[in-house]
């Protein structure tokens, strides 16, 4: 074996193709890289944000005010752990996991799947659509999975699409819930704020159901395999070797993706080591602006104005707590306030069913390109990157569409329930594979080229490593006592 392929890491050429040493491209300014954070902001606020924590907050005030600002500060740190390891390689982070260990790409081919068949999202901006429109939920719901799946299909570059829409959407919902806080909040709603931050609980309510408290927790910030699908996002945009990835494109452009390789990896040149410094820089800015940054202020904008609106109320959380929700602005049931308030919840749904049917559809094409022996040969058109995404794109919605109109299940609670108790344990294993990940390739990359020490690109600083270990015990904790009540309800009855 050559001197220059020894100076890969040992991980990065074992079990999958290996990667090929390239130079970093060279960085460009944080404007032109804005855009995963965003998507990720986007698809988060469509039950977390929008649905669960305000529940709470109706419920209980500000008390599991801290729970929800540590699991958003949480998913920053797995999010930009994930984009290390694509900025690094080109390659997705489910691909580092495969590469620790095979089956775990099948895995979390099933982890990225099963939690997102249920069509909650689009039921639930469908149902508030239906409050200004009038119309029947079920059918809004699956013309607008139809008009996603077209619009999808119909556009050059998906990732750029994406982007724009969450963009838009964003802005608008922003400005909505704005204009809203600015209505209804008032000094003591601050006053119960500010209680809660100066109080961390020690103890959970007792009438507290567990399996809707992980739920929150894991939907709080964007949740489950969505944290993944940042080396995707990250990929596309073209953030360090994922710029020398090829983009996922319709195949009604007719372009067809090369056969998947192992990615790419760096020597430690000067050149190469400042270019890492700074696209590592980039990338957490990036997170941290759009995803924590504005992530943080929707969440706790929109716990202000259910604690405004809603506080001391008994209602159940799921949609009938929203439509209330809309009666009791100024104005009331019908006015102008209302109107943008139902709208801006139809908004912020649809943007989750968005984030979610792209980001199942690119995790499940790169685990079958990369991880199937038979399809990562293949050179057809057919069975490309970009065709797999559109066969998983379109299987979606049609298994959402049938649970609609065949299973007759459009109960938003519970759809988003079964999500995010899912999407919680997900967590738990993927906060643990990240830790073994990324030591496994400190010592791999320093092994490969003592020129790495000192300017380790997966050397985890004691801060970071604390968070992930923290995320272990936050969401293997909270799994764990969702399963123990599940089994003590199941033994009961």
Same mark, same amino acid.
């Given at each position: ?41 986007? @698809? ?151 209680? #809660? ?12 159901? *567990? ?11 964007? #949740? ?37 390789? #192992? ?26 602006? @759009? ?26 959380? #799921? ?7 809309? @009666? ?68 979606? *919605? ?81 799994? @764990? ?13």
């Amino acid at each position: 074996m050559s001197a220059v392929s020894n100076s890969v890491p040992r991980l990065l050429r074992e079990k999958l193709p290996p990667v090929e040493l390239r130079d970093l491209p060279k960085p460009r300014s944080l404007a032109l890289l804005v855009g995963p954070g965003v998507i990720m902001l986007a @698809t988060s606020l469509g039950s977390g944000e929008i649905y669960f924590w305000p529940g709470l907050t109706m419920k209980y005030g500000f008390l599991l005010l801290w729970p929800a600002l540590i699991a958003f500060g949480l998913q920053y740190v797995l999010n930009t752990e994930f984009a290390r390891y694509t900025v690094a390689t080109g390659e997705t982070v489910i691909t580092g996991f495969a590469r620790l260990w095979r089956p775990l790409a099948w895995v979390f081919l099933a982890c990225s799947t099963l939690p997102w068949l249920w069509p909650g999202w689009s039921t639930g901006g469908a149902t508030a659509l239906s409050w200004v429109f009038g119309g029947r939920p079920e059918v809004i719901s699956a013309v607008s999975l139809l008009a996603i799946g077209v619009g999808l299909s119909g556009t050059r570059v998906v990732y750029r699409t994406v982007e724009r829409v969450q963009m838009v959407l964003a802005a608008c919902i922003f400005v909505a819930i704005g204009f809203i806080a600015l209505l209804v909040v008032r000094l003591p709603t601050f006053q119960a704020f500010g209680q #809660g931050l100066a109080s961390v609980p020690t103890a959970l309510p007792a009438d507290l159901d *567990i399996a809707t408290l992980l739920a929150a927790l894991a939907f709080c910030g964007a #949740g489950g395999s969505i944290n993944l699908a940042t080396s995707h996002w990250v990929r596309d945009k073209g953030f360090g070797m994922g710029n020398r990835v090829p983009k996922v494109t319709s195949p009604l452009t007719g372009e067809v993706i090369s056969v998947a390789s #192992g990615g790419f990896f760096f020597e430690p040149s000067s050149k190469n080591l400042e270019r890492w410094a700074a696209w590592w820089r980039l990338m957490r800015r990036e997170q941290l602006i @759009t995803f924590l940054g504005l992530g943080s202020i929707a969440l706790v904008t929109l716990m202000l104005i259910a604690h405004a609106l809603l506080f001391g109320r008994d209602l159940d959380i #799921g949609m009938e707590m929203l439509r209330v929700e809309g @009666t009791v602005v100024p104005g009331g049931e019908r006015g102008l306030v209302s109107t943008v308030f139902y709208l801006a919840v139809a908004a912020i749904f649809f943007t989750s069913a968005l984030g979610v049917l792209d980001h199942v559809a690119r995790l499940a094409a790169d685990i079958f390109k990369t991880n199937a022996a038979r399809i990562r040969r293949s050179n057809s058109r057919y069975l490309s990157e970009s065709a797999l995404y559109f066969y998983v794109l379109w299987a979606m *919605i049609a298994f959402a569409i049938s649970v609609l109109f065949v299973a007759n299940i459009r109960d938003t609670p519970t759809l988003l329930e079964i999500a995010g108790s899912l999407s919680g344990i997900v967590m738990f294993l993927y906060s643990g594979l990240t830790i073994l990940l990324m030591r496994r390739l400190a010592a791999d990359v320093e092994k490969a080229d003592r020129r790495f020490i000192g300017h380790n690109p997966f050397r985890l600083p004691l801060w970071r490593l604390t968070a992930l270990v923290v995320a272990v015990l936050f969401y293997g904790g909270f799994s @764990t006592l969702l399963v123990v009540n599940t089994v003590r309800r199941f033994l009961g009855s």
